[in-house]
């Protein structure tokens, strides 16, 4: 399996919004999309002195599915305007794991 880590950071008071766009329209449009071999996605959050930093954690069972969702250059964010315009930084390549030891409890 491979873990596709992207970081982003907003001010607390865009926090609210962030999330909501996150979980209202990216994470079910990610998964309207039927993308073989997508197995999941993890959103996180953590606070950071002045600003709030979001973090996605997606699974994949190989680099051609990271493929399918986002083409040859499969490092590129994927980042929607409307999250843009609430971020005041993210990463503009998501970093990829091969992941070597996952145990379900």
Known sequence: MICRLWRGWTTPGNADAYERIVRGEVIPGIEARNIPGFRHID???RELGGGVEFR???GFGSLDAIRAFMGE???ASHVP???Q???FGF???A???EVLDRREQ
């Open 81 to 83: 305007a409307a999250a």
């Open 73 to 75: 250059d499969y490092s």
């Open 56 to 58: 996605t954690l997606m």
């Open 85 to 87: 315009a609430v971020l």
């Open 43 to 45: 959103l996180m959050k």
């Open 95 to 97: 970093a990829h794991f």
């Open 91 to 93: 990463d503009e390549r």
